[in-house]
């Protein structure tokens, strides 16, 4: 029958993986003392299925214990008492939450509705010792546990014992702004002694829709390799991105890392995880260890493998803003990739303060898997709700981030999303603060409300964009086909979506009703191949992707010749402008640091492929209207009548906004031959012809009438 038998036994200590004995039973154990031993019975075993619910399922059934077949509560109840009106009204609560330092004492609040008890375990350290003193936290209403801890309490660590009806564990605070190693002991922390000097002048760079572009790289990708001219210590550190003047190998000549991004003129600069995340071990040397960091465990703190001290709370948080502040000093905005759709594993703090209220359940209470890792945070729930805006917005006004990229965003529901705009909105500069996502899942979701994905996109605020896959696969081929070609390698028919990439799919009825800066046009991401293995193994049976191929190189112009001339936000994954390879590896978010890291070699064997990038940079930024934000600017574009698979268009400047041309005329030619057509009526100034994209720079040729089209090309021309 329905119940459970609950013991507790000295076992050694680490995690206990699961024996699925049959259909409707399992035995696990806690990860921590006290090791609670669970025979359950009546659970779905769908709660136990997924990649993250293979270790440490206990936490989600302390309410099994101790349980008698009449009272027992199972997980499908739960969900219904979570979802309902009352337990919302009850126990919604909008006062501050984690730990409120001052110099006289500190608040630490808890919100634990479930819980009968709360404690504190208080430690001089982050990891080790012994625990110094035990405090219990008092009832406050609407779910809250909170206690005053008198004196100055910075840098005092702490975890809390949580003990319903059902048993106790320890869990770190959800709020922690800081933490020890590994961030299984939350710190304390006065922000104000982690600014570095003159952070009160820190401030998100002024930049204009028409100069957006993104760069996406990795902390550790950035510099480690050795060639980077970094420092041995801040190698795949947040401080590598403060280092001035690097050069290849300290050779004074080839710029590197920030002085590269410098030089290439990106505007923004897109950090994958930054926060406090699990599949990386921070007590141990990072040497054989790697992961991209799509595994969050503190969603309010930095990770401690990029500081040069994972042990002290405080060094994690004050390096991450020196980063930060750096990359403002050279004009460059921040953008920070957040994983809010799920959690590392199901044994996580969230779930074991308040077991199963932040996840997403299906109807039977079992957990949600639509990302793929073994649970989904349920953002329609209303404190859960809470707890991503009060995240995001703690780290817009914290740490002065200039943009959020939401991974897995069709895991939100919309109203979450367009409140979380809202609020970002009331920030001072707040409307110039980008969110954009992935507008997809990662499997089937339990989610009933409208998603914030791409048949949704017209509920979206006309401020949340969206990676347009559309574009992508248009230009370059599918990304999960290695061997299936896009426009750039002939594949036939793939022009009239070309045409729908220039327009930001503005124009198409693929799409809802939406605003081109909307729409974030790119080739190439984390995910998936790199552009140049991409392009090799389309054209290769066996690619060489270390080679110099010319007529690869060609492709990647092009591919780069039209996201870059599309409306919408431009972006690419760090070294795309270098023909960055990854050796035909698809997916390597926990391969090897040198097959991830960026090979800055490669920045000065392919400059000219980097030199073409960065003059694309800057010929957007002189055609405004190429990053217009509003409605009406798509249908502004001409395209013209041309052979296939030929494309050609044109479009006006807009009145007053400093074009240096009175319009662009831009041609694709994806063919290995020459091609001529006929320009518009007016003089021409050659800007591109599809290899060197810098004439505009200067006195180039000014073309009438009929002009040639390289092979395998992207030119531009502006009406002078």
């Not at 001290?309 to 990739?337: N, S, T, Y």
């Not at 209303?382 to 897995?408: K, N, T």
């Not at 389309?538 to 110099?548: G, I, S, T």
Request: hydrophobic residues 35%.
């Amino acid at each position: 029958g329905a119940g459970a038998v609950g013991a507790v036994l000295n076992l050694p200590p680490g995690p206990k993986t699961p024996f699925i004995k049959d259909s409707q039973s399992s035995v696990y154990a806690m990860s921590s003392p006290p090791y609670i031993v669970l025979l359950q019975y009546s659970v779905p075993r769908a709660l136990l299925q997924g990649n993250s619910c293979k270790l440490h399922k206990s936490s989600l059934h302390l309410n099994q214990i101790g349980k008698s077949e009449d009272d027992v509560m199972t997980s499908a109840q739960w969900k219904t008492v979570f979802e309902s009106e009352d337990f919302a009204r009850q126990n919604g609560y909008q006062g501050p939450l984690g730990a409120q330092y001052a110099p006289a004492g500190t608040h630490l609040r808890l919100w634990a509705p479930t819980a009968q008890s709360v404690s504190v375990n208080l430690y001089r350290k982050g990891g080790g010792g012994v625990c110094i003193g035990t405090l219990p936290l008092s009832p406050w209403g609407q779910g809250v546990w909170g206690v005053y801890l008198p004196g100055d309490q910075h840098g005092r660590y702490y975890n809390f014992t949580v003990t319903t009806e059902w048993g106790s564990c320890t869990a770190a605070d959800p709020y922690a702004r800081a933490a020890g190693v590994n961030g299984e002991r939350s710190m304390i922390l006065d922000t104000a002694r982690t600014d570095p000097p003159g952070w009160e002048h820190d401030r998100r760079p002024a930049i204009p829709a028409a100069k957006r572009s993104v760069w996406e790289v990795n902390v550790r990708d950035f510099s480690q390799d050795p060639a980077s001219g970094v420092r041995n210590a801040w190698r795949g550190k947040f401080l590598a991105f403060t280092q001035q003047g690097t050069t290849l190998n300290g050779d004074g000549i080839h710029p590197t890392c920030l002085n590269y991004l410098k030089r290439l003129g990106v505007s923004y600069v897109q950090l994958m995880p930054i926060f406090d995340f699990g599949s990386v071990d921070e007590s141990r040397p990072l040497t054989r260890q790697y992961n991209w960091g799509y595994d969050p465990a503190n969603f309010n703190v930095p990770e401690g493998s990029y500081s040069t001290d994972p042990a002290r709370g405080e060094v994690r948080v004050r390096e991450c803003k020196q980063m930060i502040q750096a990359l403002h000093a050279a004009g460059i905005g921040v953008v920070m990739d957040v994983v809010y759709n799920h959690m590392y594993r199901a044994d996580n703090v969230l779930n074991r303060v308040v077991p199963l209220y932040y996840f997403r359940q299906n109807e039977d209470g079992s957990l949600s898997n639509g990302s793929g890792c073994g649970n989904e945070f349920a953002s329609e729930r209303p404190m859960a709700r809470r707890y991503m805006i009060d995240s995001v917005l703690y780290w817009a006004q914290e740490y002065h981030i200039d943009g959020f990229r939401f991974d897995l965003m069709g895991l939100y529901d919309v109203e979450t999303m367009n409140l979380l705009r809202a609020e970002l909105d009331k920030l001072p500069g707040g409307r110039d603060i980008l969110m954009y996502g992935e507008p997809w899942q990662g499997g089937g979701s339990a989610l009933r409300r409208y998603e914030a994905n791409k048949n949704n996109l017209a509920m979206l605020n006309d401020r949340i964009g969206i990676f347009c896959d559309d574009t992508r696969d248009a230009i370059k081929g599918g990304c999960f086909n290695a061997r299936e070609p896009g426009y750039v390698e002939g594949r036939p028919g793939s022009f009239w979506d070309i045409g729908g990439a220039v327009a930001a799919w503005c124009r198409s009825d693929k799409f809802p009703p939406h605003t081109p800066g909307q729409i974030v046009s790119y080739v190439s991401a984390h995910d998936n191949f790199t552009l140049w293995d991409k392009l090799l193994m389309v054209r290769y049976e066996r690619p060489e992707f270390r080679a110099v191929d010319k007529a690869a190189l060609a492709q990647n112009r092009l591919a780069a010749g039209i996201y870059l001339t599309s409306m919408g936000l431009p972006f690419w994954q760090a070294g795309e402008e270098f023909a960055r390879t990854k050796k035909g590896q698809g997916n390597s978010y926990r391969s090897s640091p040198a097959l991830n890291r960026l090979d800055w070699k490669r920045a000065e064997q392919f400059h000219s492929l980097v030199d073409y990038y960065r003059g694309l940079i800057g010929l957007r930024g002189a055609f405004p209207r190429l990053g217009a934000v509003d409605k009406a600017s798509p249908s502004a574009i001409e395209f013209f009548n041309l052979e296939q698979p030929l494309v050609g268009w044109r479009l006006p400047a807009a009145p007053g906004d400093g074009a240096w041309w009175g319009a662009l005329c831009v041609y694709y030619n994806p063919t290995e031959e020459e091609q001529r057509v006929w320009l518009p009526g007016g003089n021409w100034k050659l800007l591109s012809d599809g290899t060197s994209s810098s004439l505009w720079r200067g006195s180039s040729r000014v073309v009438q009438g009929q002009a040639v089209l390289a092979p395998v090309s992207a030119t531009i021309f502006g009406l002078v």
